[in-house]
């Protein structure tokens, strides 16, 4: 079966400096990857996916993602954080026998001013 | 603006109340699903659809049954409320193809509080 892991409950990054958001993941094929993000009480919301081609996959609100066969990893990263960008991101992979998402636990990031 | 949106954002129904959770989606979209988040557990599958009076199953569908009469509309009917089911519910839509290489959208949630 497809699934995703996110290793980390929380991660706390100071605004300006830059944030990762790991993800690991176990697929048979080529896998295909997605982050959303939920912000306080509100539904998710797309910020980018991984198909094929570049290892660098560029989404919404300045974030990328680096896509690393050898480390069946998908981090979440970006250069330079806002506090804005404190939510709650998760990883995800497509159940394609199901055509539904199968998502990681979910990783809480907080961005401090 | 593509939209999927949930009839209630907060709900509180007594235990053993028949529940119902309506889910509309503006995009002509086959695929419909509804997800329950509880912390630390993500998102698990409740049920889905991939056309009009046709459901499948998902991870968690103990206690809970669906209906889609219309193509647009998902509805998510919790039989008799427990408070086990204290929870957030998301409803998502997706193309023909499902989500292999499309994203999901989702509606804002709907937090349920069973008393």
């Known amino acids: 079966a497809q699934s995703v892991a996110q290793p980390e409950d929380q991660v706390n990054v100071a605004e300006g400096n830059p944030l990762t958001v790991k993800c690991t993941y176990s697929v048979s094929g080529n896998p295909y990857l997605f982050w959303y993000v939920q912000y306080p009480n509100r539904g998710l919301q797309f910020l980018l996916k991984?198909?094929?081609?570049?290892?660098l996959v560029k989404g919404s609100y300045g974030f990328e993602a680096e896509f690393n066969k050898s480390q069946t990893s998908f981090h979440l990263k970006k250069p330079s954080a806002l506090v804005s960008d404190s939510a709650l991101y998760f990883c995800a992979v497509p159940d394609t026998g199901r055509r539904a998402l199968t998502f990681g636990s979910g990783t809480r990031l907080q961005v401090q001013p | 603006d593509v939209k999927v949106t949930q009839s209630s954002r907060y709900l509180v129904k007594r235990t053993g109340e028949k529940v119902f959770l309506e889910c509309v989606q503006d995009m002509d979209h086959e695929n419909m699903f509804w997800y329950r988040q509880d912390p630390g557990l993500g998102l698990r599958l409740i049920y889905f659809s991939y056309d009009v009076k046709m459901k499948e199953k998902g991870d968690i569908p103990e206690g809970y049954s669906v209906s889609r009469e219309k193509k647009e509309r998902f509805s998510l009917i919790l039989e008799s409320a427990s408070t086990n089911q204290t929870s957030m519910y998301l409803c998502?839509?997706?193309?023909?193809?499902?989500?292999?290489?499309?994203?999901?959208?989702f509606g804002q949630g709907t937090r349920l509080t069973v008393v």
């Open positions: 998502a839509s997706s193309p023909v193809g499902g989500t292999a290489n499309t994203e999901a959208f």
């Open positions: 991984y198909i094929t081609g570049d290892n």
